[in-house]
């Protein structure tokens, strides 16, 4: 075959570049053509594409914003703690400790205040510079904030560690659903508890339950990412450590970094690019099947947002972040957050193609012409169209705080919004919106 050669057009071969760095949209990505940028705004990377502004101008289509998104890219768990040592700054190896005090090892266990521990061998380390010393705690009976020195104790073997914490992604499912989901006929639970079902059916499509067991583990190990994990149990005097106000026995800071490490770079990471590949190939080849699928794995995401939302709203009161309107910890990472769940939403509304499946006045045949659903599934759709009426109220409540915009708000609305922004439902209302469309 001919090998195509550079475009003759300057125009056509800088648009073309342009979609090369930026990406093609999330219609033209979904139809698989080709997106170019609109040739009377070709420095606009926020401007509708050639093929979007021809579909604009037909009322009777509607309209999916024109986003240069891609799932891959959502963003679903912060990032990192302070870094209480420089030992392993750029490093992508497992946090391994090099010299130690001695060779006794100790065996205590992990509490992370949600489940059953996780347990762990540690041996006294020799502290390097760089190395932080101290632990800062809330002190609830003064009222401040105090300092303890930490005995220099460490994980020894983080290989195994992190094979605990594999071991706890899948282990620890039922007890934390229990803990954080309330109600078990609610939304929140029969959503999660339908996925889990979906996952262990042996009809469901071998991907889909694949996409699925990801989507429940990478939840919990977010989960994991903001909480502190103490010492309990027996091990808790083996380390001749001093207990913080609360009479918890807290990590060194080496020690809580190591952990950070195995979560975040070796755990997370990488189940995080697993689940968002698997959910954008699913998603991209638009099967009837796939699409409750697709659903429950968008709704337990959003409320992912919701909760890490929540948890940085949270640190920022906990330390004390009063400069006018901070009412987030990291408002970089908040931001982040957000994007991420738009491009969920978009991506979810692009494919329901205007159809409303959890609206009463949703056909049959449009129904079936979404979805290729079995009768549990069914059940489940025929069982939220009468649930969510119980919610509309606070969801419309929920709409109106999003289209307040940032210059119209005062210090106290913006908490309002903060906490409208927490709300277990405010992302995952927005999957049973009309004519929905990106505010934040």
Not at 92 to 120: A, C, M, Y
Not at 259 to 264: A, Q
Not at 363 to 384: C, I, P, T
């Amino acid at each position: 075959p001919t090998k195509r050669g550079p475009f003759r057009d300057p125009r056509k071969r800088q648009l073309t570049a342009l979609v090369r760095k930026y990406g093609c949209c999330i219609r033209c990505r979904m139809q698989r053509i080709r997106c170019e940028f609109a040739i009377e705004t070709p420095d606009d990377i926020d401007a509708p594409c050639e093929a979007c502004l021809k579909l604009m101008k037909n009322s009777q289509i509607p309209r999916i914003p024109c986003r240069r998104w891609k799932l891959v890219d959502v963003k679903l768990s912060k990032s990192g703690n302070a870094e209480w040592t420089y030992r392993w700054k750029n490093s992508t190896s497992l946090p391994e400790i090099s010299k130690w005090q001695d060779t006794n090892d100790r065996v205590i266990h992990l509490d992370d205040g949600f489940t059953k521990t996780i347990r762990v061998r540690v041996r006294r380390f020799k502290v390097m510079e760089g190395d932080q010393k101290t632990r800062k705690f809330f002190n609830y009976d003064t009222g401040r904030t105090d300092e303890i020195d930490m005995k220099p104790f460490a994980l020894v073997d983080v290989a195994d560690a992190k094979l605990q914490y594999e071991r706890y992604l899948t282990e620890s499912q039922e007890h934390i659903f229990k803990t954080l989901l309330g109600d078990k006929q609610k939304l929140l639970w029969r959503t999660y508890h339908m996925a889990q079902k979906r996952r262990d059916d042996p009809a469901t499509p071998l991907r889909e339950r694949d996409l699925l067991v990801k989507t429940l583990r990478l939840w919990v190990a977010v989960r994991l990412t903001t909480r502190s994990f103490h010492i309990a149990g027996e091990g808790k005097d083996l380390l001749g450590q001093k207990p913080d106000s609360k009479g918890r026995i807290l990590l060194h800071p080496v020690f809580g970094q190591q952990l950070d490490k195995v979560l975040l770079d070796h755990v997370l990471f990488k189940l995080r690019r697993q689940t968002l590949d698997l959910l954008q190939s699913i998603t991209q080849q638009k099967k009837r099947q796939s699409w409750l699928t697709t659903y429950l794995v968008s709704f337990i995401l959003l409320h992912n947002v919701a909760l890490i939302t929540r948890h940085d709203r949270d640190r920022a009161e906990k330390h004390g972040v009063n400069k006018p309107l901070a009412v987030w910890h990291r408002a970089d990472n908040v931001q982040e957050y957000h994007l991420g769940a738009n491009i969920i939403l978009a991506y979810f509304h692009y494919c329901v193609k205007g159809i409303q499946p959890f609206s009463h006045g949703c056909k049959s045949s449009d129904l079936d012409g979404l979805a290729e659903l079995d009768a549990e599934g069914r059940a489940y759709v025929m069982w939220a169209r009468d649930e969510l009426l119980q919610y509309r109220a606070h969801w419309e409540y929920l709409k109106a705080i999003r289209l307040q915009t940032e210059s119209t708000i005062n210090a106290d609305e913006h908490t309002e919004l903060a906490n409208a922004y927490s709300d277990d439902y405010y992302f995952v209302s927005q999957l049973y919106e009309q004519d929905w469309y990106p505010r934040d």
